[in-house]
């Protein structure tokens, strides 16, 4: 299937900015959907940026204006660039992909979970 690989965590002032990249790679598949979430500590994991196939995005209210989300089709990866960044920022960020994989001479829907990476707002 699809392995989803993040980086570009870290620890950044208030204010300041990180870009989270997230690469995708396996078999023959075809992306359809990317997404990024967050769940900080004693919180519920949430969506925060998509970007669908006809490169449609939406953002939630607490990241609008802030993050952008982008894709590289070619190379299989998706960004998330954060600006002006806010303690409440902090949290582990998860990319997400939903995808079509070849398997047994068909395409079939599929999803993938990255492995979270940190990212730590504070002065």
């Known amino acids: 299937q699809v392995q989803l690989v993040e980086s570009g965590g870290g620890l950044v002032e208030p204010g300041g900015s990180l870009r989270l990249s997230c690469t995708a790679s396996g078999s023959t598949f075809v992306l359809r959907f990317w997404a990024w979430y967050r769940q900080a500590p004693g919180k519920q994991r949430e969506v925060i940026a998509s970007?669908?196939?006809?490169?449609?995005?939406n953002y939630a209210d607490s990241v609008r204006g802030r993050f952008t989300i982008s894709r590289d089709i070619p190379d299989n990866k998706v960004y998330l660039q954060m600006d002006s960044l806010k303690p409440e920022d902090t949290a582990v960020y998860y990319c997400?992909?939903?995808?079509?994989?070849?398997?047994?001479?068909?395409?079939?829907?599929?999803?993938?979970w990255g492995q979270g990476t940190q990212v730590t707002v504070s002065s």
């Open positions: 970007i669908g196939n006809d490169d449609y995005t």
């Open positions: 997400y992909a939903e995808f079509q994989y070849f398997t047994r001479g068909h395409y079939a829907p599929s999803s993938s």
